[in-house]
C-alpha cells in the first residue's frame, strides 16, 4: 500500500509543481505547448530509441505480460466499437482507445511494482509492448487517416515524419541486429540524457494544461471520456483477472502482477499524443487526470484483495 501512494505522491508532487507554474505564469502563455511539444518530438523519442535499441523484444512473450497485453487490445478494441456506434470520428476513437488502454508504466508501474509486489520484472517488457506496437502503430494509422494533401502516397508515408514512430522503428532495428550491445556510450548516452526528460516534462506539462480548464469534463466528451475511464479502471483489470485466472491458470502473486498493471492510470504520454489530433486532446486530458484519482482506491483495494506482499 506504501508503495501505491509513494508513486501517487511522487506524480501529483510534479503535477501540482506545474500547475503552479502555469498559475504564476512563469513560462508565458506558450510554455504548456512549448513542454509538450518538447516531450513528443525530442524527449520522448530518444527514450524510446535508448530503451528498445538495448532491450530484447523476446521478452514480451511471457504469461504476465501476455495478460496485460490481452487486456489492453480488449479495452482498446472496446472503445472503437463503441466510437463506430456513436461516430465519434477516427481522432476520438483511437486517442480515446489509447486513453482506454495506456498505462502509466514508468514513473507510476516501477515504484508501485517495486513496493507492492516486490519486483519490478513485469513493467519493461509491458513498456517495451507499448513503445513497440501501440502507441508507434496507433500514431501511425491516426497520421495516414488524418493526413491532408500530398496524394495517397503522402499519407501512407507521413507516418514516417512522425518522431515517435522513427524512434521506436529504428530502436527495433537496432536491437534486432544486435547492435544496442555494442553502440558506444558517446553514442548512445546522448539518448538517453534526453530521454530522462521525458516524463518530468509530460507531467509539468500535464499539470500546466490544468490551468484555468482542468476541470473535468467542461470542455465537452463526457460520453467519450466516460466511457474510457471506466474501461480503464474497472473493465481492463477485470479482463487481466479472468485471463489470468482461466486462460493462463495464474495464481497468487502471479495474478496480482499484470492486475495491478492493468489497473494503473492511463499514462501521461497519451495527453501530449493528443496534442497532435486537437479533436481529441480534451479526451486525452480529462481521462488522465480522471484515472489518476480513480485508480488510487482501485489499486489499494486489489492489493489487498488479491495477494498479500511477496517474501
Known amino acids: 500500500m506504501n508503495g501505491v501512494l509513494t508513486g501517487f505522491a511522487i506524480v501529483g508532487s510534479i503535477i501540482t509543481a506545474g500547475y503552479i507554474v502555469a498559475r504564476i505564469g512563469f513560462l508565458g502563455e506558450q510554455g504548456e505547448r512549448v513542454l509538450s511539444r518538447t516531450a513528443f518530438n525530442l524527449a520522448f523519442p ?85 513503445l513497440v506496437f501501440v502507441a508507434p502503430l496507433t500514431l501511425a494509422v491516426l497520421d495516414v487517416c488524418t493526413g491532408t494533401g500530398g496524394g495517397l502516397w503522402g499519407r501512407v508515408l507521413r507516418p514516417l515524419r512522425n518522431p515517435v514512430v522513427v524512434a521506436s522503428l529504428a530502436g527495433v532495428v537496432v536491437s534486432a541486429t544486435g547492435l544496442g550491445a555494442h553502440l558506444p556510450d558517446p553514442v548512445l548516452e546522448p539518448f538517453h540524457l534526453v530521454g530522462q526528460a521525458t516524463v518530468p516534462l509530460m507531467l509539468l506539462a500535464f499539470g500546466m494544461s490544468l490551468r484555468g480548464n482542468g476541470r473535468p469534463f467542461t470542455g465537452g466528451d463526457t460520453a467519450g471520456i466516460l466511457t474510457a475511464v471506466a474501461l480503464k479502471a474497472v473493465v481492463a483489470p477485470t479482463v487481466a483477472a479472468l485471463v489470468a485466472l482461466f486462460v493462463f491458470h495464474l495464481s497468487g502473486p502471479e495474478v496480482l502482477a499484470p492486475v495491478l498493471c492493468s489497473a494503473l492510470p492511463t499514462a501521461q504520454n497519451v495527453y501530449v499524443y493528443s496534442q497532435r489530433y486537437p479533436q481529441a486532446t480534451v479526451l486525452a486530458r480529462d481521462t488522465v487526470f480522471l484515472t489518476l484519482l480513480v485508480s488510487v482506491p482501485v489499486l489499494v483495494v486489489l492489493s489487498v484483495v488479491l495477494a498479500v506482499r511477496p517474501g
Open 46 to 130: 530518444a527514450f524510446m530509441f535508448s530503451t528498445l535499441a538495448t532491450s530484447h523484444l523476446a521478452e514480451l512473450v511471457r504469461p504476465d505480460v501476455l495478460v496485460v497485453v490481452i487486456a489492453s487490445l480488449t479495452v482498446m478494441a472496446i472503445f472503437i466499437l463503441v466510437s463506430a456506434l456513436a461516430r465519434w470520428g477516427v481522432q476520438r476513437a483511437l486517442i480515446g482507445a489509447l486513453a482506454s488502454s495506456y498505462v502509466n508504466a514508468a514513473n507510476l508501474g516501477l515504484p508501485i511494482a517495486t513496493y507492492v509486489l516486490g519486483s519490478a520484472d513485469i513493467i519493461p517488457p509491458v513498456l517495451l509492448f507499448q
